[in-house]
């Protein structure tokens, strides 16, 4: 047995490992880093990145077909999806070609190959190599998990990474069960692709955790293009046939797919690793205990990322590298949620931050809100994509903002200026009276703090 020895063995080579290596790396730390796939993880390889490429095609492919609209004629409009697909597959190639050398030429250690925690301080290879470690980090990333259901324990379905790479052509029809921000983006991908969809969710509403509002709007335009959205549905069972799928809806119609995609949730990835020798408790969800520093009941090992089981973005598994990096060379922090700004990169697109109106009220705010659709935008209206909001919720009493919800094009970068406000607590007049170019789409967000601030009232100019 070689025993080699590290200041830091972070285990996983995602966003939020890659992260803290380079950071600690840069510090003079002996890093070790271990991925047991690619490195990227998640959201480079299966998640994130690829599916914006999908929807940029699918998106160009349904403007195609508007082109009428504009007065522009254009043939009929094929999706070569083999030529779509080969495009993502470059752009990810390109994106992740550097590969481990930029952190190897930091002074770290990768190892592309299983690494698992055997016990306090030991981490094995699979080659055998062992380390001892002072401190070790889970950045192990999270898994689909399926839901109860009756017949998925056959596999056989789709998760995100096989809706992705596949290999084979479009599906004639796809049944996705999940109306989370996954089901939702692979529904409208390949609906415009040319699949018959339905999307089922047992919830009441597409992407529940959403502001009502924002729900209800993204449900009707799933439903406008021709998505066929089952909510508060019951599925009893799935059943694969030699034409594909049968999910059979208790008191509802059964849905026949060729394909299925199970987009139903995930949970932290922790298989192989000896958790309990290694001091490290779990809660009753799966997910590591943690502390404000994001350090496990094992003091000297962190978790961070989608290892959390919490906020599985990697916007904020990149802040959380840089906790527990500030945490290991001595400058603690405490971990702060209340801004974190995320978005479902579909069309139109949903972006939020902070509390819905629902859980303010829930939270014991009294809630005032400011609302503006997009119909009432200019430019939304001269670029015919009259389709959305922005809606504002702040507390009456205090005047505080204490979240924003936008759906339209460009959402995801207009959330911005409220996440922005938020984090800086800056009035909500201040943004109202701020001038904002004309006609941009910006100017609704100004429309919604104009209204907010009316509510409240605040000195308009």
């Known amino acids: ?13 995602g966003g939020t490992g890659s992260d803290l290596t380079w950071k600690l790396s840069g510090a003079g730390l002996r890093v070790a880093l271990a991925e047991r796939d690619k490195l990227g993880g998640e959201c480079a390889n299966y998640g994130c990145d690829p599916t914006k490429a999908m929807l940029k095609a699918a998106r160009v492919a349904a403007s195609a077909r508007r082109a009428g609209e504009f007065g522009i004629r254009v043939g009929s409009v094929d999706v070569d999806f083999r030529a779509v697909m080969a495009r993502v597959a470059a752009l990810i190639a390109e994106e992740t070609k550097a590969g481990g050398s930029i952190y190897s030429e930091r002074g770290a250690l990768v190892f592309l190959q299983e690494a698992l925690i055997t016990d306090e301080h030991r981490v094995e290879l699979a080659d055998g190599t062992v380390f001892e470690a002072d401190r070790m980090v889970l950045a192990t990333g999270s898994e ?10 056959a596999g056989g379905y789709w ?21 989370g921000a996954i089901g939702v983006e692979f529904a409208q991908i390949y609906s415009r692709f040319g699949s018959r ?34 909510d508060g549905v019951e599925i009893s069972r799935v059943t694969r046939t030699a034409e594909g799928w049968t999910v059979a809806v208790k008191g509802g119609p059964n849905v026949v797919a060729e394909r299925l995609l199970v987009a139903a949730g995930r949970k932290p990835c922790f298989d192989g690793h000896d958790l309990e020798a290694a001091g490290v408790r779990l809660d009753d969800k799966g997910r590591p205990q943690l502390t404000e520093t994001l350090r496990t009941t094992a003091p000297h090992i962190w978790a961070g990322g989608d290892a959390t089981g919490d906020l599985l973005f990697t916007h904020v598994g990149g802040y959380e590298a840089g906790l527990i990096a500030a945490d ?15 978005v479902t990169y579909c069309e139109p697109e949903v972006a939020s931050v902070g509390l819905t109106e629902e859980a303010a009220r829930g939270a014991g705010h009294e809630v005032v809100t400011g ?23 702040a507390d009456e009493d205090s005047g505080e903002l204490l979240g924003g919800h936008i759906v339209g094009e460009h959402a995801g970068e207009l959330i911005h200026e ?6 800086a607590r800056t009035p909500v007049a201040t943004l109202g009276n701020t001038i904002h170019a004309y006609p941009s789409w ?19 100019s």
């Open 1 to 13: 047995m070689t025993l080699e020895h590290v200041d830091v063995f972070v285990i996983g080579g």
């Open 144 to 153: 689909p998990v399926p839901p109860p259901i009756d017949g998925l324990d």
């Open 159 to 179: 998760t995100n990474k096989e809706a992705i790479w596949h290999g084979g052509d479009v599906p004639g029809s796809l049944a996705v069960i999940g109306g």
């Open 197 to 230: 969809v339905t999307l089922l969710e047992v919830a009441e509403r597409v992407l529940p955790p959403e502001d009502l509002d924002s729900s209800l709007a993204i449900d009707e335009a799933l439903a406008a293009e021709g998505i066929a959205v089952m």
């Open 328 to 342: 290991i060379l001595g400058d603690p922090r405490p971990r702060d949620y209340r801004v974190v700004p995320k």
């Open 371 to 393: 609302l503006v659709r997009m119909a009432d935008v200019t430019r939304a209206f001269l670029e015919g994509e009259p389709f959305g909001l922005v809606k504002l919720v």
């Open 418 to 423: 409220v996440v922005a406000a938020m984090a």
């Open 442 to 460: 910006s100017a609704g967000v100004r429309g919604a703090f104009r209204a907010l601030a009316a509510e409240l009232g605040e000195d308009l």
